[in-house]
């Protein structure tokens, strides 16, 4: 295919129109005067930053615009045609133009801050590659890479039950555990196990919605319940329970998700007897269980007597890092046997060998090292950020410090557009999660704001920059 041998294309830089703008009208005008005929190949990006005297990243920008509005067509290894099948309006319409460019860039966020991630940076990837490579190195390897228990690696789920047995106070056999891909994937293979259409589920509002969507899938209907500092209203749940056949309540009781409050035990002991009476399923989450900073954690709602319905889930995710997807469910053999046989059709098996890895941290006793580690960074860091909030959002915000979890709950003193502010603040390179991510309808009064996984400085930054639009 020959290429044109120049691309006569005047950039003005006096012109308030972007340079890339400027291209990109050259290009279609050239086009629509036939200078540039349907399906011919355009000099290379490298070769068209040199003829125009621009930088190559605005010609690829440029191009990639192009190609998004149809004027081009891009081919792997070849380069940039003109299309066959031009666009129906034959103008280059700045506006538009400079709206799906800002579509196609990537997100320049200076920070973030997340919903409670652990800081990848002091994950135990070290640890974690070694024994990635000491399983496969394995003279039996080949039996390592075949097809496994559904369930999970009978080992690993052998020490989770005794994890959870000495740790946590739930007693569960090896055959009540599985392994998932994450406790997400856990969460939507137990919907799908106990949930039919039309079902009716509780949930927390504010709560963690992702889970909600796993409920939806399965033909459940997702029934609200509000939220206090006390967790959620089992006062509420019971008027509920008289005019609707509840199926299941999922609930995250340690720190609660999004506003970090514990469940009291008075409640954890009264949604037990209302189970129990209801026959309806307690699905825990005990998302970050391990990132409690008081003398103790709240054990779960499973290390109580007499619960008769119950699913407890749990993920390695936040302890190592959120790319380790390894989560896991507890709960009676005959769910369990069902989820993995669900999990045939969609997923014949975990990833073996990564299941193994973990196995091998736990055993060599570097998941608890790195627990303990952990706890007194993420411990440090919270008590940072606790002041930065006091000095520069004490009188704007209201908030309890909490006593585990990577985050803080934000609860502005006066009305406010939460939404208005997080569009400032992205302008200026910093996000936030707005609160209707958390919400069941209306959004809440209130913002979810992650600081672990962010270094001092940016924090300060953070919280000054919020303090100045609140």
Known sequence: MIRPWKLNIEINTSDTTPVYLQIVEGIIEAIKTKRLNQGLLLPSSRVLSTQLKVNRNTVVKALDLLVAEEWLVAKERKGYFISNQLPNQYSADSKKMEKVARELEPSKMLLSFDDGLPDTKIAPVDELAKAYRQILARKARWKTLGISDPRGNNDLRKSIAQMLSLNRGVQFSTEQIFIAR?????????????????????????????????????????????????????????????????????????????????????????????????????????????????????????????????????????????????????????????????????????????????????????????????????????????????????????????????????????????????????AQGIGIITPDKFSFSAPINGFRIGYASLSEKQLKEGVIALSKLL
């Open 182 to 426: 994450g406790s997400q994937m856990a969460a939507y293979l137990v919907a799908h196990c106990i949930l039919q259409k039309g079902d009716i589920v509780a949930v927390e509002n504010p709560g963690y919605k992702p889970i909600w969507a796993s409920m939806k899938t399965a033909g459940a209907d997702i029934l609200p319940v509000p939220v206090d500092e006390c967790g959620i209203k089992v006062s509420v749940l019971e008027e509920l329970l008289k005019s609707n056949s509840i199926k299941a309540i999922y609930v995250t009781p340690h720190h609660q998700f999004p506003t970090t409050v514990s469940l009291s035990l008075p409640r954890r002991l009264k949604l037990i007897e209302l189970s129990n009476r209801y026959g309806f399923t307690i699905i825990e989450d005990d998302y970050d269980h391990e990132f409690h900073f008081g003398i103790r954690p709240i054990l779960p709602i499973g290390s109580l007597q007499h619960i008769e319905n119950y699913v407890y889930l749990g993920t390695f995710s936040k302890i190592v890092a959120p790319a380790l997807r390894i989560g896991f469910l507890a709960t009676s053999i005959s769910l369990a046997n069902k989820v993995a046989e669900l999990r045939k059709i969609i997923d014949g098996q975990g990833d073996v060998i990564m299941e193994q890895a973990v196995y091998q941290l736990i055993q060599d006793g570097n998941i608890k090292r790195h627990i303990k580690r952990a706890i007194i960074f993420y411990k440090a860091k919270r008590d940072f950020f606790e002041k930065l909030l006091v000095k520069y959002l004490g009188e704007k915000v209201s908030f309890i410090k909490p006593e585990g979890g990577l985050a803080f709950w934000l609860v502005p003193k006066v009305s406010i557009d939460i939404f208005e502010i997080a569009k400032k603040l992205e």
